[in-house]
């Protein structure tokens, strides 16, 4: 059985239809979405948790240029959107921690699609 919050990979998965050069990047933003995953599983606080988090989306958006970046933020809000059902419906922590890591990542996004493409940060 799985835990609550990481059953969404299935639902969420990256569009298939990557131009040939396209694949490494989008390689590179599943392996920051299963880190990301990851993250409420570690021994961390809550406030380490939210900075790991973006920490983790900034050193993937440096190694792929922030090209693709837009697959993750929209798989980031999709989930997010379905964490916030889910605690409605009642209190989990390992959701609550997952949360916190979804907010860290986001934090980073939202800055993110605000920034020209060619200016890295």
């Avoid at 406030?47 to 693709?68: D, Q």
């Avoid at 916030?84 to 390992?94: F, K, N, P």
Wanted: charged letters at 30%.
């Amino acid at each position: 059985m799985h835990k609550p919050g990481f059953g969404f990979r299935e639902h969420l998965a990256m569009p298939a239809l990557f131009r040939e050069d396209d694949s490494d990047i989008a390689e590179n933003w599943d392996r920051c979405w299963n880190t990301l995953e990851s993250l409420p599983c570690r021994d961390l606080p809550i406030v380490a948790m939210h900075a790991e988090a973006a920490r983790i989306v900034n050193s993937y958006r440096a190694v792929t240029e922030g090209r693709g970046i837009e697959h993750i933020e929209e798989r980031a809000q999709a989930v997010y959107r379905l964490t916030v059902d889910r605690l409605a419906a009642g209190s989990d922590e390992h959701l609550n921690r997952f949360m916190a890591a979804l907010d860290g990542a986001l934090s980073v996004l939202r800055q993110v699609r605000w920034e020209s493409p060619d200016r890295p940060r």
